[in-house]
Structure formats: structure tokens, C-alpha cells
């Protein structure tokens, strides 16, 4: 590969503080009609002041921990200044000079293995509201709406070193991330709803003569797979444009999602200058060692030490341990599972697979299933007593997990339980052989394959209910004329 992507990103994480940054409103206002949860702080009304929440400084101090930052015992707000009217104060309350965190590091499974992606800074601001242009294309209004339920919100903002190598590695090291905080408790990560945002950098260099493209910044990426696309389609058209000889717009480009493509958003000279200042209303964070310390303390297990765990307590393979401890719930339920029936690789199995399918399928969580560890006790002691097969097992497991039935009970109710009576399965493979001698012939002429055929006339005359290991030998034993 001759061009080679340089990546970094900035991401906005929000946070699942009670209250917003500077004031008592709440800060989940997702579903809240517009502009109900507002009041003199967060709308910049004058004279009010603000209070920084501590739950917002506790956050972002876990995170930075969690994300290996040298956590800074002095910090300060300032006025980031713009104006647009989603900002009724004409400036966002940000950290510029003295962010809370500077200096980690994540670590990913890069394309070349493990690998460490530089964390530049981790700071604190509050989010701006939101305008709502009434109407589409055709129908626009000739006005727009402001909805300042978002204004204050407490965000992360972490900015990466461009230690990023590929669209894929981007897409990785936000997957992780929101694994992270997910697992600390402080943000949904939920990247459709906004509570996770990533504006990704990417240049290109030409390894053969060592030149490097300019800088693009892609913007309004609201999944995982699109920050993926849009810098895969960012690198071709900037590779495009190095093959010919020439350079690509330093600028801020959009993901439009209806065409597929990146679109022109702003050229960097547009950029504002934001005039920061010291925010005069709010004295400087200073933290202690000791609260430094119980914050440290307060640190879950994170989805990197229980892999390891995993792959020491249950001896499971590396690939399984990182699948069952990428979102924290999945891990619980796994090891509630292993508590009630204890086989830890045989519960991994059905985990990734049927469960991990099923969830997929509905877009859920597992704490929102009505499946639970005593499913799988009785589908395995079904299993272990040779009731039914494990084919049969899997065909019953999307009603298990959709209804919560227990398995027996599908089992009884659809009279699937597994057919081990070997009178009648030789009948059946004596008719399947009368029937078919061509196949009994390829058979003996050596064609071993033709044991198939007739394990699936037995199958399908049982619609799946004969034992399988069963009828294969009983059609073995007959067809070696025993
Ligand atoms: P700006 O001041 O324009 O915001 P920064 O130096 O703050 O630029 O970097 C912003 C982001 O751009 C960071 O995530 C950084 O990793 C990334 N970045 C910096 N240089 C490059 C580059 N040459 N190619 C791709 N990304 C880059
Ligand atoms: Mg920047
Ligand atoms: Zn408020």
C-alpha cells in the first residue's frame, strides 16, 4: 500500500450526571418537550451564576483514569465565544488553557495487533441547545426554532493524537470507548442519540515520496459503521486527488448519509476565532490526593482486566473473552450463567452465537431479554439426557428467547423430544435402502458419502427428531450389511 491514512479524533462523550454542568435543570432531556428544562443558568440570563457539578468532575475524572490520562490536580474553566442562536449566553463554558486530564493513552486490537492510540487532552464542557427547522426541503418555513433544553449539558471532549492508521482502527477505538464508559456508568455511549460524537481528522501520506495531504475534518457521523464509511470514502477521494498530482481543500466536511458521501461543510479560513478567556464566575478545580485516591477506588472492572480474568477463571480462548466482556451487562449474565450451570465454553458458545444473534436482531441489551441463566440449565440438562439434539436446541432457542418459556415446555408442547427408539429408526433406513439401492451401491463402491443421504431420509421422515449419533451408526451397521 503506497497511501497511507493519518487519523485522529476528537470525540464529545455526554455525561449521565443528574443535573446539568452549571445548574440544577436535569440532564437527560432527550425525550423533553422543547425547552422544559431551561432556567436563568443555563440560558445565560443576566446575572446568574453558575455552579459546576461535582457528579460532572467525578465523571470525567473516572474516565480519564479508565482512559490512563495524567489527571491534573488544577484545572480552570473558560469562554469559548461564538455566536449562533443556539447559544443564548454567546459563549460555551469549555476548559482551553488547563484541561482536567492531558497524556493517555487506549489501547486496540489495530490491524497490526495491539496498539496504543495517544490520548492528547480530556477536558470538560457544556453542550449548546439545538435549532429545529420546521418543514423539508419543499415546505420550509421561513423561521426556525430554538430549543435550549440542551444548552449546559455536561460533555467530555477527548482528543486523540493521530495515532489512528485506517478506518477500521477509528471505528475500533470508538467501539471501545464506548465499551469504557458504559462499563464506568458515565455516559449511554448511545452514538444514535448523540450522547457519543466523534468529528474525525484525516490526512494522507504517499510512503513512496513521503509527501502528506492536507487536513480533513468529517463531521455528523452518528454510528459506529458510518465513522468507518465516511473515512474509508474520505481516504479514496483524497488519494484520488494525491494521484493526480494535487491536494484536497483543507476544510470540514459532512457525512451525508442519503448519498453516501462526504460533502463540503466550511473551508478552514471560515474557522471563528473564539476568543477564549478565563471563565470569571467559576473558581479553578483543585483536587486532593485523597479524593484523587476514592475516585481511583470507585473504578469497576474494566472490559480489558475482566477479558483476562475471563480467559484465566473460565480457560477461555482470548476471542471469546473479549466478545463476552465487550458490554458489561453480556459479561454479567455470562457469569451468572456459569453459576448456575458450570460450562463456561459451552455457555460462550451459545452466547456468541444465538444470543448475541437474537439480540442483534431486536437491537436490545440482555438486561432487556427475558432470557435468563436457568434457560440455559434447562436446555443443557434437555441436551445432556438426550431428549433432543442440539439441532433441535438451536431451532427452539428463538421462541425460548422470545417468549421465556422454558425449553422443556416448548419441547413437550411441540412433541420435539428426540427419537432414540432403534427399531423404529432401522425400519426407516431398511425402507430409505429399498427405495434408493443406487445410493446403497455408491455405498459399498466406496462413496462413504452416501452415509448422509441416509441419515437425512431418516431426519426428515422424524422432521429432525431422531438422535443423530444413533441413526448415523444405525445406518452405518446396515449398510455394512451387520
Ligand atoms: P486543530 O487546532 O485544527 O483543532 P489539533 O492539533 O487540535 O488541530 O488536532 C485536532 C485533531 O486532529 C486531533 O485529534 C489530532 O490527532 C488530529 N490531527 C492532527 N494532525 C493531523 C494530521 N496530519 N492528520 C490527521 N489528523 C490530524
Ligand atoms: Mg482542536
Ligand atoms: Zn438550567
Not at 490536580?73 to 465565544?81: A, T
Not at 495515532?163 to 471501545?176: C, G, H, L, N, Q
Not at 450522547?195 to 487536513?215: F, H, M, Y
Not at 477463571?313 to 448456575?340: G, I, Q, R
Request: negative net charge; contains cysteine; aromatic residues 8%.
Amino acid at each position: 500500500m503506497r497511501y497511507r491514512p493519518v487519523i485522529g479524533l476528537e470525540i464529545h462523550v455526554q455525561l449521565s450526571t443528574k443535573t446539568k454542568a452549571f445548574c440544577s435543570c436535569p440532564a437527560d432531556v432527550f425525550e423533553l418537550p422543547p425547552n422544559t428544562a431551561i432556567c436563568p443558568v443555563c440560558t445565560g440570563q443576566p446575572g446568574a451564576l453558575p455552579v459546576p457539578s461535582e457528579e460532572m468532575i467525578r465523571f470525567a475524572v473516572k474516565t480519564a483514569l479508565a482512559l490512563n490520562c495524567k489527571v491534573h490536580k488544577y484545572s480552570r474553566f473558560d469562554r469559548k465565544n461564538y455566536f449562533y442562536p443556539d447559544l443564548p449566553k454567546g459563549y460555551q463554558i469549555s476548559q482551553y488553557f488547563y484541561p482536567i486530564a492531558t497524556e493517555g493513552f487506549l489501547e486496540i486490537d489495530g490491524d497490526e495487533g495491539k496498539k496504543k492510540v495517544r490520548i492528547r487532552r480530556l477536558h470538560l464542557e457544556e453542550d449548546a441547545g439545538k435549532l429545529v427547522h420546521e418543514g423539508d426541503s419543499i415546505t420550509r418555513a421561513s423561521y426556525s426554532l430554538v430549543d435550549m433544553n440542551r444548552c449546559g449539558v455536561p460533555l467530555i471532549e477527548i482528543v486523540t493524537e493521530p495515532d489512528i492508521s485506517s478506518p477500521r482502527e477509528a471505528r475500533v477505538f470508538m467501539e471501545k470507548l464506548r465499551s469504557i464508559v458504559r462499563y464506568l456508568g458515565v455516559s449511554t455511549g448511545d452514538m444514535e442519540k448523540g450522547a457519543l460524537r466523534c468529528d474525525a481528522n484525516i490526512s494522507v501520506v504517499d510512503t513512496e515520496t513521503g509527501r502528506q495531504s492536507n487536513r480533513v475534518e468529517v463531521k455528523n457521523m452518528n454510528s459506529f459503521r458510518f465513522v468507518e464509511r465516511a473515512l474509508e470514502y474520505e481516504f479514496e477521494r483524497i488519494v484520488k486527488a494525491m494521484e493526480r498530482g494535487e491536494d484536497v481543500e483543507r476544510e470540514t466536511r459532512g457525512w451525508d448519509m442519503a448519498t453516501k458521501t462526504t460533502v463540503s461543510m466550511r473551508g478552514k479560513e471560515e474557522e471563528s476565532d473564539y476568543r477564549y478567556f478565563p471563565e470569571p464566575d467559576i473558581p479553578p478545580v483543585v483536587l486532593s490526593d485523597e479524593y484523587l485516591e476514592e475516585v481511583k477506588n470507585e473504578l469497576p472492572e474494566l472490559p480489558d482486566e475482566k477479558a483476562e480474568r475471563f480467559m484465566r477463571e473460565y480457560d477461555l480462548p482470548e476471542y471469546d473473552a473479549k466478545v463476552l466482556t465487550s458490554s458489561k451487562e453480556l459479561a454479567e449474565f455470562f457469569e451468572e450463567c456459569v453459576k448456575v450451570v458450570n460450562r463456561p465454553k459451552d455457555l460462550s458458545n451459545w452466547i456468541m452465537t444465538e444470543v448475541l444473534r437474537e439480540l442483534n436482531e431486536r437491537n436490545i441489551e440482555i438486561t432487556e431479554s427475558k432470557l435468563t441463566p436457568q434457560h440455559f440449565a434447562d436446555l443443557f440438562k434437555l441436551m445432556d439426557e438426550g431428549k433432543i439434539s442440539i439441532k433441535i436446541a438451536k431451532e427452539i432457542f428463538p421462541e425460548v428467547f422470545e417468549t421465556g418459556k422454558m425449553p422443556s415446555q416448548i419441547v413437550e408442547e411441540k412433541g420435539l423430544v428426540q427419537i432414540n427408539d432403534e427399531k423404529l429408526i432401522e425400519e426407516l433406513v431398511k425402507k430409505a435402502m429399498e427405495q434408493n439401492p443406487k445410493a446403497v451401491e455408491d455405498y459399498k463402491a466406496g462413496k462413504k458419502k452416501a452415509i448422509g443421504f441416509f441419515v437425512g431420509f431418516v431426519m426428515r421422515e422424524t422432521k429432525g427428531k431422531a438422535n443423530p449419533e444413533l441413526t448415523n451408526r444405525i445406518v452405518q451397521k446396515l449398510l455394512e450389511g451387520k
